[in-house]
T-cell receptor
Framework: GQNIDQPTEMTATEGAIVQINCTYQ??????LFWYQQHAGEAPTFLSY??LDGLEEKGRFSSFLSRSKGYSYLLLKELQMKDSASYLC??????????WGAGTKLIIKP | GAVVSQHPSWVICKSGTSVKIECRSL??????MFWYRQFPKQSLMLMAT?????????EQGVEKDKFLINHASLTLSTLTVTSAHPEDSSFYIC???????????FGQGTRLTVV
C-alpha cells in the first residue's frame, strides 16, 4: 500500500533550526511536496522536489533521497509565525498526491 | 503565485439541506480541480478529481450522488453536499492546477457545520 510517515508533533525554540522528516512508500514517484497549514486555513505550498538533493528557499530548505524514500524540511531562524502543521505529500505514478498526516510544529519563545 | 478563491469560508446548515461550495481560479485556467475533506487533526483526504468538461473521478468510499461536483468551465468548479448530515461537518478544500503545471494551488477552504 501507499504510505507517508512523518512525526505527529515537534517542539522547537524561536531562532533555532528544526528538521521535519518524511518517509514515503508509493506506487511510482513523481515528486514530493511540502505544505504549511495554519490552524483553520488551507495549506500553502512550500517546496517541491523531484530530484535528489537539497532545494533552498530562504529560511526553508527541502531535501530528497529517492533511493531511501526520504525527505526532510529544514526550517532555520524559527519565528513564532512558523508554528503550524507541515504536510508532506508524494505524487505517485498516477500523479495523485498521497498525503501524510502532518507534523504539528510548536515554537516556544 | 496563482490565486484560487473558495466560497463560502464557512457555512452552517440544517440537516437534510444541500450546500454548494464554489472554487474559482482567478488568474489561470484550472484544467484540473481537486476536492479534499479534512477532519480535525487529520490530513487531507482526496474526495474527487475533476477535469474541465468531463465527469469527476471519485475516490473509493466517496458517494458521488451525495457529493456532486461540476467543473463546467476552466475557472469554476462546484461541490454540492446534498442532504447534509452532521457527520458531513468538516473542512472542505479545493485545489486547482493548470495543464502541464506541477503545482496545484489551494482555495481558502470551507468550514461546513451541519446541525
Amino acid at each position: 500500500g501507499q504510505n507517508i510517515d512523518q512525526p505527529t508533533e515537534m517542539t522547537a525554540t524561536e531562532g533555532a533550526i528544526v528538521q521535519i522528516n518524511c518517509t514515503y512508500q508509493t506506487s511510482g514517484f513523481n515528486g514530493l511536496f511540502w505544505y504549511q497549514q495554519h490552524a483553520g486555513e488551507a495549506p500553502t505550498f512550500l517546496s517541491y522536489n523531484v530530484l535528489d538533493g537539497l532545494e533552498e528557499k530562504g529560511r526553508f530548505s527541502s531535501f530528497l533521497s529517492r533511493s531511501k524514500g526520504y525527505s526532510y524540511l529544514l526550517l532555520k531562524e524559527l519565528q513564532m509565525k512558523d508554528s503550524a502543521s507541515y504536510l508532506c505529500a508524494a505524487k505517485d505514478s498516477n500523479y495523485q498526491l498521497i498525503w501524510g498526516a502532518g507534523t504539528k510544529l510548536i515554537i516556544k519563545p | 503565485g496563482a490565486v484560487v478563491s473558495q466560497h463560502p469560508s464557512w457555512v452552517i446548515c440544517k440537516s437534510g439541506t444541500s450546500v454548494k461550495i464554489e472554487c474559482r481560479s482567478l488568474d489561470f485556467q484550472a484544467t484540473t480541480m481537486f476536492w479534499y475533506r479534512q477532519f480535525p487533526k487529520q490530513s487531507l483526504m482526496l474526495m474527487a478529481t475533476s477535469n474541465e468538461g468531463s465527469k469527476a473521478t471519485y475516490e473509493q468510499g466517496v458517494e458521488k450522488d451525495k457529493f456532486l461536483i461540476n467543473h463546467a468551465s476552466l475557472t469554476l468548479s462546484t461541490l454540492t453536499v446534498t442532504s447534509a448530515h452532521p457527520e458531513d461537518s468538516s473542512f472542505y478544500i479545493c485545489s486547482a492546477r493548470d495543464r502541464g503545471e506541477t503545482e496545484a494551488f489551494f482555495g481558502q477552504g470551507t468550514r461546513l457545520t451541519v446541525v
